[in-house]
């Protein structure tokens, strides 16, 4: 899967939609279902700013370095 | 028979009160005369039980010995691998792949216990799902109400059981999906501890987050089918009535964990508090963001595992699941270690609630079952997806990896509605003990509908 030049975290809301069709998408969307594949992009943007939130009240924390144990 | 549980069957049998044979001919009956109305299986395997049931009438009629589940019909969900059939994990996309080579080793522990697999069930499109509103093998409709879903996305492994098709059944859990079909059937359900049980075999959704584990009617049938999945190693039956009776401090979760809960809900958590004793109101920090965070992770997995399908045909998905998955190519890596990074975070301020706590107590779904084909449901006065929405309470706690007894609350006559009994990482036993306290005070019960389809 081709790298995106821009991270996600970094857009803000209006871009989302377009991101579905830029030049430079990591993945093909046909037209059919354009409309709600960004209906799902918008939404995991706001899932994704709700950690992004959460995070920087925790700068602090460590990145992990191992994989998770419970 | 139906109404026979897990340890009545294997008892039965055990001792010539009933034949293997005549257990699994009449759940082929069950099947044949119930499934066309719920639609739990995908795929029966007549010949191979009648066969294993009659080799294992022939050992019992011999004095050889025999397993802990001699004679237990069970069923899989359909992501794992049966050998002869090809592993469907709910698509079209994979019906043309070979045939699995081996059972899963989950279903072969199973079998060397004396269970008998009778079939493959319905769920979600590679377990992308709440409702098993499956796009290419149908709903599967709940047996309390066939107009309802059953939750998902081990809706067919829930539903199979509460119609008492078979008192056994393996299923999934990523988010939620052994959790809810068991709320919304009236069924227990066990998530484990991340990473207690083998899940060679499955085919995978979210690997940093799936589960595995067993449904079935009573504490104490789920107690012994976990043991036979954990191999044998500490088992939990042995103690489980004296680790019952011992004090339990509990915390009911609140704030992220009860808010838009519909009063039958509430309600029915109320009275699980009040038998357990819990200080209400406890709070996890953080709940909102570790949803969120088990949401971007989801999407940005299953979206690599699909990449190659997706860009081949993803007009052959589930459109409900490919629009996800399409939607998860776009999260770049930083969006996944950010999420990994918060796991550590929300898994710190739980484990620090666990200091004053043995076990924590939440609402497994927010709702009672919604009706098939329905978009969407109100939460907190607000329209949101019912797919997206069931998994609401059940996602911070796979997040993190917690062991999870889904119980249901005794509502006979009612749509069910189910509590999760929360315990520590590797304390399943405590989470079963505490199920096994209530059910014997009458406060959780699964109720199967009397009546059939």
């Not at chain 1, 790298?3 to 209006?14: C, G, M, N, P, V």
């Not at chain 2, 050998?83 to 699995?100: F, M, N, Q, V």
């Not at chain 2, 769920?123 to 409709?141: I, K, L, Q």
Request: aromatic letters at 6%; glycine letters at 8%.
């Amino acid at each position: 899967m081709a790298e995106q030049r821009t991270s996600f975290l970094d857009l803000q809301a209006d871009d989302v939609a377009a991101l579905a069709t830029a030049q430079d998408a990591p993945i093909a969307v046909p037209a059919d279902y354009l409309g709600t594949v960004v209906a799902n992009l918008q939404g995991l943007w706001r899932h994704a700013a709700v950690v992004k939130a959460a995070l920087a009240l925790a700068s602090d924390a460590p990145a992990p370095t191992g994989p998770f144990e419970p | 028979m139906n109404r026979l549980g897990v340890l009545d069957i294997a008892a039965a049998i055990a001792s010539r009160r009933f034949s293997a044979e005549t257990v699994i001919s009449e759940t082929f009956r069950r099947i044949v005369r119930d499934d066309h109305a719920i639609n739990a299986f995908t795929a029966v395997l007549a010949d191979q039980a009648l066969s294993d049931a009659r080799r294992l009438d022939a050992d019992i009629a011999a004095g050889r010995p025999i397993g802990p589940l001699a004679g237990v019909p069970f069923a899989v969900k359909n992501l794992y691998d049966i050998a002869g059939l090809t592993t469907l994990a709910g698509s079209i996309i994979r019906k043309d792949e070979p045939p699995a080579l081996a059972d899963a080793p989950l279903i072969t522990r199973l079998k060397a216990a004396g269970a008998i697999l009778v079939g493959a069930l319905n769920m979600d499109e590679f377990a992308y799902g709440f409702v098993t509103e499956n796009h290419h093998y149908g709903p599967t409709r709940n047996p309390h109400d066939l107009t309802r879903v059953s939750g998902g996305s081990s809706g067919g492994s829930a539903a199979a059981v509460a119609a008492r098709i078979v008192p056994l059944s393996l299923g999934s859990d990523t988010n939620g999906s052994i959790r809810v079909p068991a709320a919304l059937c009236g069924v227990f359900g066990l998530k484990p501890t991340f990473g207690r049980l083998d899940r060679t075999g499955v085919f995978p959704f979210v690997d940093s987050l799936d589960h595995v584990g067993p449904f079935a009617r009573s504490v104490e049938d789920i107690t012994v089918a976990y043991d036979v999945l954990t191999g044998g190693d500490h088992p939990v039956a042995p103690t489980l009535d004296a680790l019952s009776e011992q004090p339990l401090r509990v915390g009911a979760l609140g704030g992220w964990f009860v808010q838009g809960a519909f009063p039958g809900v509430l309600g029915s958590l109320s009275r699980v508090a009040q038998a357990l004793d819990a200080t209400p109101g406890v709070i996890a920090p953080g709940a909102e963001a570790a949803r969120s965070a088990a949401f971007c992770l989801s999407a940005y997995e299953g979206a690599r595992l699909h990449d190659a399908d997706l860009r081949a045909r993803a007009g052959d998905y589930d459109p409900a699941v490919r629009d996800r998955l399409l939607a998860g190519a776009f999260l770049t890596d930083d969006v996944a270690g950010m999420a990994q990074r918060y796991r550590r975070i929300f898994q710190a301020e739980v484990r620090a609630l666990f200091a004053d706590y043995d076990l924590l107590l939440a609402p497994t779904v927010p709702c009672l079952a919604p009706v098939i084909g329905q978009p969407t449901m109100m939460l907190n006065g607000q329209a949101v997806s019912v797919r997206q929405t069931l998994g609401v309470y059940t996602q911070p706690i796979s997040f993190i990896g917690l062991p999870v007894l889904a119980a249901p609350v005794n509502r006979p006559g009612a749509l069910p509605a189910g509590v999760q009994l929360i315990a520590p990482p590797w304390r399943e036993d405590l989470a079963l003990a505490a199920g096994l306290r209530l059910q014997r005070a009458g406060v959780v019960a699964a109720n199967p509908p009397e009546s059939a389809p």
